[in-house]
Structures are given as C-alpha cells and as structure tokens.
C-alpha cells in the first residue's frame, strides 16, 4: 500500500534527495501528468474512467493515514491531476495543471480546505481542486 500511497515511490524522492517531504506532491503531480497526457488521443470515458480509478485507489490507500496526510503520499494529487485533465490538451491542459497544483497547495477556493475534514478527505481536497482546475482548463480552451 506504501508503494502505491507514493506514486510507486516517487513520493518518498524528495525526503531521499533534500531531507524533506516538500515538493513530494508536485513530484507525484508531475509523474501523474505524464499518465495523463498519455490519455491525450483517448476518448473521455476513457479519461473519466481512469480519473474515477485513480480516485478510488487512492482512498482506498489513503484510509490508514486519515488525520495525520503524511507529505510523501501523494497518490492523491495524482487522482487531482487526472480529474482536472479531462478531455484537455495543449494549453489548456497545462493550464489546467497549474490551476490544480496552485488551488491545492493555497486552498483557497470554497470547499477545497473543507473537504479535507470529510472521511477521504486526503483524496477529496485534491479531487476538489482538481474540480476547479478542470473548469478552468475547460475555460479557457476556446481561448487558446
């Protein structure tokens, strides 16, 4: 479960490289965005499906860490990454990715920080801006 929780252990680099958790969930983020641009040319059920997927393997092994969020699980910013990236490409893709890492770690938009006091909420903040951030991808697609 440790392995997964970590992204298959990308989560626990940044400890191993600098001392710290910091950045263990933009390191988890960025791996999972590689994941999803792979689902670039893949219909959106398909992007659905696996953002729903991903979603539920990471509260399934988040559950044994509930009220403590250690930094090097990062499994659930990717269940973030892969729901603010559906149906997107290009710009409003990376845009998107941004929106999501910058909502995540402020937490400033309504719901976001509420959300991590709900059963799954390590999973359910990120799956909340993922939310928001997926609505800006949208946004501003016609745009670019």
């Known amino acids: ?53 991903v979603t539920l393997l990471s509260l399934a092994t988040t559950r044994r860490y509930e009220g403590t969020d250690p930094g090097w699980v990062c499994v659930d910013e990717a ?30 938009l309504p719901g976001i920080r509420q959300a991590e006091g709900l059963p799954g909420g390590i999973t359910a903040d990120d799956v909340v801006a993922g939310i928001y951030a997926l609505a800006v991808g949208w946004a501003v697609s016609p745009l670019l």
Do not use: H, N, Y
Not at 93 to 103: H, S
């Open 1 to 53: 479960m440790r392995w997964i929780a970590s992204v298959g252990g990308v989560g626990l680099l940044p400890q191993r490289l600098w001392g710290s958790d910091a950045g263990a969930g933009t390191v988890g983020a960025a791996v999972a965005a590689v994941g999803a641009w792979a689902l670039w040319d893949t219909p959106i059920w398909l992007q659905i499906v696996v953002a729903g997927s």
């Open 79 to 108: 269940a973030g990454v892969f729901v603010a990236s559906i149906g997107l490409t290009s710009w409003p893709w990376l845009i998107a990715w941004v929106a999501f890492r910058a909502f995540d770690i402020t937490k400033s």
